[in-house]
């Protein structure tokens, strides 16, 4: 066995970014951008008003301006104007040639026709104009490499030009549950069975993480079954996750298949609870993850250990640090020589630990909102410790 600070040593030596592919803007949220961005044009492309109002070359001996024309956004025609003379302009369009300043409608007093007059002394040269290039200028880098793509991080691509962007490639994933007395949820249970819950959660959590693509799979406790399912899962996917199967009992083959798979294991078993019969291993490029059956043990190892694995292959940094460090709100006890990771719940500034901290018991799941690492070699943890605390 292990230490969990060696087990995520291991993986961080051996967990690198993974592919580079190119997505659709409108596919991209979510994804980690891959290369630096830079503006293909300026933007604004063109000078316009930031009001409706009128447009004149502003000086503060006119006040008064004869209206000539009328330029609305989306007008691609040039419009001139000279001194004393001024064009009805609307938000968005392009400044007549000649043009300085915008006039807001509501400080414009009309006279006649096509007369305005002003009066107020709160325009300045210059007011109510977006000058060309004063988003981004041509050439000018406006995204770097590493940033996660946000609603506004889309807007602004879209704002110059840019409907495709080279993203770290989420991988495909294969995620297999085994166990002869499962059953799926609306089937009926017999005596003996339970509801398949480990695949449901498993799915959840590697779509909060980012991952599209899963491929769910069931495995009986058959050896030969179960060679067939991880030899076909790991031809097909570049990340296999198994649920079950994994411990030393006559009927767990999970480890003893994937040697035959060709997977070297990179570690087996961690100094931790929940989740000490945990397998980490490779095939090539490909990861290998075996998780306990009990899903509290299922939930914790993937937090800790396969999501950051995840994290990294799809482009993010700093992905082995906890999220925060809280007070403990009271003390507890628990075995010295392993590490444990409790459901808790984060209020005011510190963390309660839970009750139904079983590896079976997901109740506590209804109001956990993190899990708490409990140092290995205290047996005592007292009221106020500062702990690492990740969230869920």
Known sequence: MISVKEAKD?????CEKGRISEFKLEQSLGKILAEDIHSPMDVPSFDNSAMDGYAMQFHEKYRHWKV??????GDTESIEVGPGEAVRIFTGAKMPKGADTVIQQELIDKQGNNSIYYNSGKITTGSNVRLKGSQCKKGEKILQK???????IIGLLASVGVSKVAIFTPPLVGCVVTGN?????????????????NGP?????????????ITALRAQDDKN??????NKALAENDVLLLSGGISVGDYDFVKECLESAGVKELFYKIKQRPGKPFYAGKKEEKWVFALPGNPASVLSCFNQYVQPCLKTIMGEEQVWQPDLELTLSEETRKKPGFTFFMKGKKEDGKVTLLTGQQSFNL????????????DEEMAVVPKGTMVKVYNL
């Open 225 to 230: 079954e179960l060679q067939q399912t991880i």
């Open 181 to 197: 007395e499962l059953k799926e949820v609306g089937e009926q249970l017999m005596d003996g069975e339970i509801y398949n819950s």
């Open 363 to 374: 109740q506590a799941f209804s109001t956990a909102d993190c899990l708490v690492e409990l």
């Open 146 to 152: 590493g940033a996660r793509i946000t609603p506004g």
């Open 201 to 213: 959660m498993l799915e959840a959590l590697l779509k909060k993480t980012g991952v599209g693509e």
């Open 10 to 14: 291991i993986l961080s030596r051996n």
């Open 68 to 73: 000539s024309g009328l330029v609305q956004a």
